[in-house]
């Protein structure tokens, strides 16, 4: 559980600041198309996702590796 909140979190907060950043932009602007957001947000998602890879990948092999570590011991 740690380790799925440690690759959303950075996602879900940047999307979330790059939404309040474009909404306000479109307020200000008096744009009303919807789908002017979704540019944007696939935008950082993917800059975080590059970002981030290594770091990722690299928390996903400890916890692979903590898991056929704990394979011994489950059984009964």
């Keep these: 559980m740690q380790t799925a909140l440690a690759l959303a979190i950075p996602v879900v ?3 979330g600041f790059v939404g309040v950043v474009v909404s306000l932009a479109q307020t200000i602007l008096g744009i ?3 789908n002017l957001s ?3 947000k696939i935008m950082a998602v ?5 970002a ?3 770091s990722a990948v690299t928390l996903l092999v400890q916890l ?13």
């Design 38 to 40: 979704f540019g944007p």
């Design 52 to 54: 981030g890879a290594s």
């Design 13 to 15: 907060v940047v999307v």
């Design 32 to 34: 009303q198309d919807q």
């Design 64 to 76: 692979l590796m903590a898991a056929i570590a704990a394979l011994p011991h489950l059984r009964s």
């Design 46 to 50: 993917v800059v975080i996702i590059a």
